[in-house]
């Protein structure tokens, strides 16, 4: 069987659980919008900067599909369960991975200053690979029924929402000086902080974890060696897989490509850096809201049906964002808070039930193939996700640097720079909005109906199998 009965009922203790560990990955991960200031006004890279950020993509195209083959190919018998182990092994490198990219030596000479870039961001990308991968698979082991698992997505969007707002509010308020200028050393300290805090909140996670589903499902009896480019190309032919994929990467593409534009735009624009946080609050308070919602709309409505919906709200928020007259003052502050309200809805509905997509994109890659998989399929999904967080905000520096922007000038960019930030904001969340109503109405192909069918056939296989 799929599911075991001596397994304690699915509750709140695996909600909160599964949304500690996205806010142990986050307490590492948001300080990635910081990056691109950190490396251009502090460190003084500019356009090495985008440079850098490329090379390093060459090991993300290594590193997670690698990982994700071992973690799949690792047949050997853990206590618990080797997802777990492995996150355990990920969330002690995490303790100092994230600061290893925020060494703050200014006064290097630019062929060291690469040499710390790439090792620091290897380093860390290696250890959040290891955390980050196997937790992502676990979703589809904690529970295979889709109200639960709605439940598991929605929480972990949950934990990555509070482990995005805390850096989010008290970050600026702590690197930035009252110039509106970073300030290196400070960002170094916070990063071995919230490395240590991400790590307690692994292991809370681990230890309150409870897998029910079995996770290595196969079809047959004498079971084929794993095949990592075969489990590649499974991948490629997994619709929701693929549209999922790019609905993420459309949405990092705004988190994250855009954040170092935001950064800007705040301070040279709205010309108050500190705020910054506070007003990115604000666009959060929708996804609060639905959050709780979110398990009786996915039984209702479908996730597919719902997400899409969500970045229809997005596209009409960045349509406004561009439209309306956001001027550099409290009144124009105020304008960009309600467009940022409405496309964090259209977000918020997606992410809650992004996470449980993935599972579903997991069963299907069963049902088509009679493989799980889980390792690679969501090493493949985490890889082109990390591809949109890296690459993404390597070009839209490009894009700054082309409109103006000067790195080393730290806030005091021309008024021309800065209303170019203001445009190119409202750009990328367009275009981050568009991406994700492509992959989620056009690709993704398991509405409400087909789910449902698709998780019976496959419950029927493993009891015949039993």
Not at 243 to 257: K, R, V
Not at 337 to 365: P, R
């Amino acid at each position: 069987m799929s599911q075991k009965k001596n397994y304690r009922p699915f509750g709140m203790r695996d909600n909160l659980a599964y949304a500690a560990g996205d806010f142990g990955c986050n307490m590492s991960f948001a300080l990635k919008g910081t990056m691109a200031i950190f490396w251009t006004q502090f460190m003084g890279m500019d356009l090495w900067y985008s440079l850098l950020l490329v090379i390093v993509q060459v090991w993300d195209a290594i590193n997670d599909p690698l990982i994700g083959s071992i973690v799949d190919a690792d047949k050997r018998q853990y206590k618990r369960n080797k997802f777990l182990q492995y996150i355990w092994v990920g969330s002690i490198g995490l303790i100092v991975g994230g600061a290893c990219c925020f060494l703050p030596f200014p006064n290097a000479p630019v062929w060291a200053k690469f040499i710390l870039f790439i090792a620091g961001y290897v380093v860390w990308d290696a250890f959040y690979t290891v955390a980050n991968v196997p937790y992502g698979s676990l979703l589809g082991l904690i529970s295979d029924n889709p109200g639960d698992r709605a439940s598991l997505s929605a929480w972990r969007s949950v934990g990555s929402l509070v482990g995005n707002m805390a850096p989010m509010i008290i970050l600026p308020m702590i690197i930035y000086d009252k110039s509106n200028n970073l300030v290196g050393e400070r960002v170094f300290i916070a990063a071995l902080i919230m490395g240590f805090l991400g790590f307690l909140c692994f292991q809370f996670m681990i230890k309150n974890t409870e897998i029910r589903v079995e996770s290595d499902v196969t079809l047959s009896e004498e079971a084929p060696k794993f095949n990592v480019v075969e489990a590649m190309g499974n991948f490629l032919k997994n619709r929701p897989a693929v549209g999922a994929t790019l609905a993420a990467m459309g949405m990092f593409l705004g988190q994250q490509g855009a954040a170092t534009a935001v950064t800007v735009m705040f301070q040279s624009y709205f010309q108050n850096a500190q705020i910054s946080g506070l007003v990115s609050m604000f666009a959060m308070i929708p996804i609060i809201f639905f959050t709780p919602l979110a398990r009786k709309m996915v039984v209702k409505f479908g996730k597919k049906e719902l997400a899409t919906v969500g970045a229809i709200l997005s596209m009409i928020a960045c349509a406004m964002m561009l439209l309306l007259p956001i001027t550099p003052d409290g009144k124009g502050i105020a304008i960009y808070i309600v467009c940022q309200l409405i496309n964090a809805l259209g977000l918020g509905i997606y992410s809650t039930v992004s996470w449980a997509m993935m599972g579903d994109a997991i069963d299907y890659n069963e049902w088509k193939t009679g493989k799980r998989e889980e390792g690679t399929v969501y090493a493949l999904h985490s890889f082109f996700r990390k591809l949109s967080q890296g690459v993404g905000p390597a070009l839209a520096l490009v894009v700054m640097t082309a409109l103006g922007y000067v790195g080393t000038l730290g806030a005091n960019q021309s008024p021309e720079t800065a209303l170019n930030m203001r445009y190119l904001v409202a750009w990328m969340y367009m275009i981050s909005a568009v991406m994700q109503f492509v992959g989620l109405s056009l690709i993704y192909n398991l509405d409400k109906k087909s789910l449902a069918k698709m998780t019976e056939e496959i419950k029927a296989r493993r009891a015949a199998k039993d």
